[in-house]
């Protein structure tokens, strides 16, 4: 792995990857390697992108950010303990996780001119911010 990022860091790809999760710099790749051929989709990521570098985001994109670097493979954590193999380590991670979860979700809310972007739609709808309590809990036992 470590040799084939030396190489993407001279490759456009390792330029643009600011990418803050395992799962961003995949669907980052993912894109490079087959991008997108419709014209609605790439639209919505060009207004998605115009939405993040606006001057009036940039605190919030940065607390998003900060955020986003605390969210780790939770799949793989939640099989861990699905089959009663959890440790604390992994518990104390989701909790981070539903904390995380909830702030992202309340910061996506507060970009500026982002009601029609596509990722913020689907968080609202998936009701992340009812997380709100178990953030709180959260936050205490962190």
Known sequence: MHSNKTKEGLSLFGTLNNTKTRYGAALLRQWFLQPSLSPSIIT??????????????????ELLRTSLRDVHNVPKMLVKVEQGKGSMR???????????CAVIAEMLEELVAAEDIEVVKKVSAAEVVKLGPLAHCARRTS
């Open 90 to 100: 992994e518990w104390e991670a989701l909790t981070r996780f539903t904390y995380h």
């Open 44 to 61: 919505a990521r060009h207004d998605a992108i115009s939405v993040f570098l606006r001057q009036d985001n940039v605190e919030t994109c």
